[in-house]
T-cell receptor
Framework: ETGVTQTPRHLVMGMTNKKSLKCEQHLGHNAMYWYKQSAKKPLELMFVYSLEERVENNSVPSRFSPECPNSSHLFLHLHTLQPEDSALYLC?????????????FGPGTRLTVL | AQSVTQLGSHVSVSEGALVLLRCNYSSSVPPYLFWYVQYPNQGLQLLLKYTSAATLVKGINGFEAEFKKSETSFHLTKPSAHMSDAAEYFCAVSEAWNTGFQKLVFGTGTRLLVSP
């Protein structure tokens, strides 16, 4: 399998549930990202990892918890979410977290919080 | 902080017509600029990017964009639209963080509709 994959593609959860989103990149990249895409809003960058270390946390609520166990895998752990957290969550990777490097995106996980 | 403005949330064209999607940026330093496309139920895919080389940038699927510093613009064009071009298009600018890393700042997107 090539590129960036995400599982699950769709997730419905209650406000008291705990779930995790998974992302895997097969490109040999050093940087990985989580984005939130909500209707009629620009993509919001949530977290950036470089060489498995978190390098930025873009003021994201603590109910979102990222984990990067190695350079190929990225998780987003979710707990006690709110309905306004319903969105498409996109994972991306790039060779390095620098301006000229192209980011490659996965297909996203469509999250619905009831 | 850098920002991107995309004029028009929806653009409709007929098949075979010129496609023009507008993007204006705000940046205090020479910018790196990107156009991404998102097809239904998919992630974003890079169309083209400007990284301070040639001002006219050619991308995939026949798209191109011209960097105009005097107008702070990076409009996306294609001479002849295909039905398969129907998608959402995002303009983005690269912005530096305090840590020395850089992130993409995206516009709100323009949905391109192509009619037969």
């Amino acid at each position: 399998e090539t590129g960036v994959t995400q599982t699950p593609r769709h997730l419905v959860m209650g406000m008291t549930n705990k779930k995790s989103l998974k992302c895997e990149q097969h490109l040999g990249h050093n940087a990985m990202y989580w984005y939130k895409q909500s209707a009629k809003k620009p993509l919001e960058l949530m977290f950036v990892y470089s060489l498995e270390e978190r390098v930025e946390n873009n003021s994201v609520p603590s109910r979102f918890s990222p984990e990067c166990p190695n350079s190929s895998h990225l998780f987003l752990h979710l707990h006690t979410l709110q309905p306004e957290d319903s969105a498409l969550y996109l994972c991306a990777s790039s060779q390095n977290p620098v301006g000229t490097d192209t980011q490659y995106f996965g297909p996203g996980t469509r999250l619905t919080v009831l | 902080a850098q920002s991107v403005t995309q004029l028009g949330s929806h653009v409709s064209v007929s098949e075979g017509a010129l496609v023009l999607l507008r993007c204006n940026y705000s940046s205090s330093v020479p910018p790196y600029l990107f156009w991404y496309v998102q097809y239904p139920n998919q992630g974003l895919q890079l169309l083209l990017k400007y990284t301070s080389a040639a001002t006219l940038v050619k991308g995939i699927n026949g798209f191109e964009a011209e960097f105009k510093k005097s107008e702070t613009s990076f409009h996306l064009t294609k001479p002849s639209a295909h039905m398969s071009d129907a998608a959402e298009y995002f303009c983005a600018v690269s912005e530096a963080w305090n840590t020395g890393f850089q992130k993409l700042v995206f516009g709100t997107g323009t949905r391109l509709l192509v009619s037969p």
